[in-house]
């Protein structure tokens, strides 16, 4: 049987390959009253999306069409063994570019994700080429 911070880091990875990496939001173990900070969410960061059917429909939906693909660079778990990050690129299709992230979800004891944050810098999906200038 696989340790606690095995799970995690499993999970973590999961996410990343089998959800955003093959366009299957099933895959993702939300709890139905997740929420999601991200800085691509409508109203940003500060405004955390709330629901696993409000998160399938505003911010996944775009997803599986834009993801062209994923790569997996490393995980961390917390002390308490109640968080994991990951940290990962995505390439995106369109507009064609790179975005080094960091998702971190706190994890309930029945496995499901009750929260996520994605940091990266949102510049090359929001003003592609600006950062070349």
Same mark, same amino acid.
């Given at each position: ?6 799970? *995690? ?6 996410? /990343? ?24 969410? &409508?109203?940003?960061?500060? /405004?955390?999306? @709330? ?11 775009? *997803? ?5 693909? $994923?790569? $997996? *660079?490393?995980?961390? /778990?917390?002390?308490? *063994? @109640?968080?994991?990050? /990951? ?7 369109? &507009?064609?570019? @790179? ?22 810098? &949102?510049?090359? $999906? ?8």
């Amino acid at each position: 049987m696989n340790s606690p911070a095995d799970q *995690l880091h499993s999970l973590a990875r999961a996410y /990343v390959i089998d959800a955003l990496g093959k366009g299957d939001f099933d895959a993702i173990p939300y709890s139905e009253a997740v929420t999601l900070r991200a800085p691509l969410c &409508p109203g940003g960061s500060r /405004v955390p999306l @709330t629901g696993r059917a409000n998160l399938r429909e505003q911010w996944w939906a775009p *997803l599986p069409q834009l993801v062209a693909g $994923v790569e $997996v *660079l490393d995980t961390y /778990v917390n002390r308490d *063994l @109640t968080a994991v990050t /990951v940290e990962f690129l995505c390439h995106i299709r369109q &507009p064609a570019c @790179t975005l080094r992230i960091i998702d971190r979800f706190k994890v309930n004891a029945a496995g499901q994700i009750i929260a996520q944050e994605n940091f990266f810098d &949102p510049r090359d $999906v929001t003003n592609p080429g600006g950062q070349n200038q």
